[in-house]
């Protein structure tokens, strides 16, 4: 169903209204001209006063009346866009955050950013002109003609051939413009990622002293820019010139005809006066047809890049069932099984990212998955969070295939410390309460000094009230142990700490671990320190996205030559930085 449907179900009744409005304030605008001539005629003309006074009491009259239903009019459809706005964004926003995250790779975050503001924008603009000018200006231009034709037949062989003329010219500008607003929108596309990578990676592009290179690369998405919204506009520089000529090319051919026909006694000067202004008025109409078409142009364009995003499917689209609790243990079944996992990301050309994973895990038990940089760690994490699903193989909880359970639901019972910490703007409380909302100070606290940060919260005049912005003004360690104690106020059946540690020194590392041991969970360690793996219960080795190894350090060291060379290379490193 078209998404517009609903929000029509839900504004109809003031649209109406506002067309109501609108169809008052333009009668009141075609009878103006009609008894401006009556006033002229049969007042001004004749010398009657009285008659002066009556027909211009009565302009006045019927100004007042449109002016108030345009002011009606204006506030309605000011309220109706604003409304629809902001219910539109929040819908997308919804539907964005539905999306799994191979849809949102697909679409690209700079381009979304720009269809959740300037995409509903341009829609916002267009509703909010459709019920100011677009659907007073038709009105205004067919009422001209019939008025104009109530007063002399003689003016219509001038006004339609330049109405006809002038439709033409504006269908033409929309058949043009179209392909170049969407243009348009895609080189705002890349305008907004271009500067959202920059702000993105700012420090390294400082460090690698690469500023010159992110100056050309943006000024090559600016012009870029440039030259789409020139052609874009190029359309209306060059069609609205013409259609003021077309028309005062009609109002001249009146005047210059007029002139004859008052001298035949066809027609009388208020008449005359009345159609320039009805001719004024039709070419006034028309520009604010064509102004309201090419916004509807720019509102096409984005109403399919919006409606693109309302198609896509929702994590759960798939999902089988609709069950809301974790899936009891039977007694036989292990906490979390793997069965020949593989996984392609979508549109990859080369290799699968991971093939062949098997493994099982009891409920309390802690993995270890360490390997070379590329060889699949993240990935599998990513699986184990559903923000893909498997291209083969099943992964299953207490024996229930994961496809089985709703997203949203497993994701109650897991937490994730991402690789590089992400903080949010407030305080450090709300960061660490951002895993739960319903945390008490008591829980908190607890939460903190498990991930050794308690320490350092301390040492803030505020404590868990000093405030920091998105980029945290933290160290690289601070941010490490916040994103930890985020994690384990959760209390989450599973936690997968995805190589988080590798700020911390070997001391503070071997405390947080000591801290985990005590909570009731899963627990899995993507690292590539071999002391942080030599810990676990199980050890998983990655190699090509392939299972070089499963078991206990003391089975791999017998037994994987991969998990061997890891070992070797490292415990010197390690002993001489114990020293």
Same mark, same amino acid.
């Given at each position: 169903?078209?998404?517009? %449907? ?7 009744? &003031? ?9 008052? =304030? ?79 790779? !697909? ?14 924008? #341009? ?22 003609? *019939? ?13 339609? &051939? ?15 413009? $179209? ?67 077309? *028309? ?27 159609? @320039? %202004? $009805?001719?004024?008025?039709? /070419? ?74 098997? /493994? ?25 969070? !559903?923000? $893909? =699903? &498997? ?14 359970? +709703?997203?949203?639901?497993? !994701? ?6 991402? #690789? ?6 407030? %305080? ?27 320490? /350092? ?22 941010? +490490? ?7 384990? @106020?959760?209390? &989450? ?25 005590? $909570? ?49 290379? +490292? ?9």
């Amino acid at each position: 169903m078209n998404f517009l %449907t609903k929000y029509w179900h839900r504004y109809w009744l &003031p649209f109406l209204l506002a067309v109501l409005f609108v169809g008052t =304030e333009a009668a009141a605008d075609l009878l103006q001209p009609k008894l401006m001539s009556l006033l002229v005629d049969r007042g001004a003309l004749t010398g009657s006063l009285p008659t002066v006074w009556k027909y211009g009491l009565m302009m006045l009259g019927v100004a007042v009346v449109g002016m108030g239903s345009a002011l009606i009019r204006n506030y309605i459809s000011f309220s109706v866009a604003k409304g629809f706005a902001a219910d539109l964004r929040l819908d997308l926003f919804r539907k964005i955050q539905s999306l799994s995250c191979s849809e949102i790779d !697909r679409f690209e975050a700079g381009s979304l950013i720009v269809r959740e503001t300037n995409d509903i924008t #341009q829609l916002e603009n267009f509703v909010g002109d459709l019920m100011r000018m677009a659907i007073k200006s038709p009105v205004i231009c067919i009422g001209s003609i *019939v008025m104009a034709a109530t007063l002399s037949f003689h003016t219509l062989p001038i006004i339609v &051939p330049v109405v006809i003329l002038v439709i033409g010219v504006i269908v033409a500008s929309m058949v043009i413009a $179209y392909p170049r607003f969407n243009a348009l929108q895609t080189a705002l596309d890349r305008m907004n990622t271009t500067v959202r990578e920059y702000l993105v990676g700012i420090r390294l592009v400082k460090a690698f002293r690469r500023l010159k290179d992110e100056e050309k690369r943006f000024d090559g998405v600016n012009t870029n820019l440039t030259r789409e919204t020139i052609a874009s506009n190029r359309v209306l520089l060059v069609f609205t010139p013409f259609l003021a000529l077309v *028309v005062n090319l009609g109002i001249a051919a009146i005047l210059w005809f007029g002139a004859a026909w008052v001298d035949y006694g066809d027609m009388e000067v208020g008449q005359i006066m009345a159609f @320039v %202004t $009805y001719m004024t008025s039709i /070419f006034s109409s028309l520009t604010m047809i064509s102004n309201a078409l090419n916004g509807f142009v720019r509102a096409k364009a984005s109403y399919h890049r919006i409606a693109a995003v309302f198609r896509a499917e929702p994590e759960d689209a798939t999902s089988a069932g609709s069950r809301r609790d974790m899936p009891e243990s039977d007694g036989r079944s292990d906490f979390l099984s793997l069965e020949n996992v593989g996984f392609r990301y979508q549109g990859s050309t080369g290799e699968s990212a991971l093939c062949g994973i098997s /493994f099982s895990l009891k409920r309390g038990e802690r993995l270890g998955i360490i390997g070379p940089t590329g060889s699949g760690k993240t990935t599998l994490a990513a699986l184990l969070l !559903r923000f $893909y =699903e &498997p291209s083969e193989g099943t992964i299953r909880i207490n024996g229930t295939p994961l496809p089985e359970l +709703q997203t949203q639901d497993w !994701r109650r019972y897991v937490a994730l410390v991402p #690789q590089t910490p992400v903080l949010f703007s407030g %305080t450090l409380r709300d960061n660490i309460a951002w895993g739960r909302e319903d945390a008490d100070e008591g829980e908190i606290l607890h939460a903190a000094e498990d991930a050794q940060a308690l320490e /350092f919260i301390r040492a803030f005049p505020e404590g868990l009230d000093h405030a920091i912005g998105q980029s945290g003004g933290l160290s690289g360690g601070q941010k +490490q142990r916040l994103s930890i104690a985020r994690a384990l @106020v959760r209390r &989450p059946e599973l936690l997968v700490l995805d190589d988080c540690t590798s700020a911390l020194d070997l001391v503070t590392e071997a405390a947080v671990r000591e801290a985990l041991a005590e $909570y009731a969970m899963t627990t899995i360690y993507i690292t590539q320190r071999i002391s942080t793996a030599k810990a676990c219960d199980r050890i998983l080795v990655l190699e090509n996205g392939a299972m070089a190894g499963f078991g206990t350090h003391e089975e791999l060291m017998e037994c994987c030559p991969l998990y061997q060379d890891i070992y070797r290379s +490292q415990i010197g490193g390690e002993s001489h930085g114990a020293e």
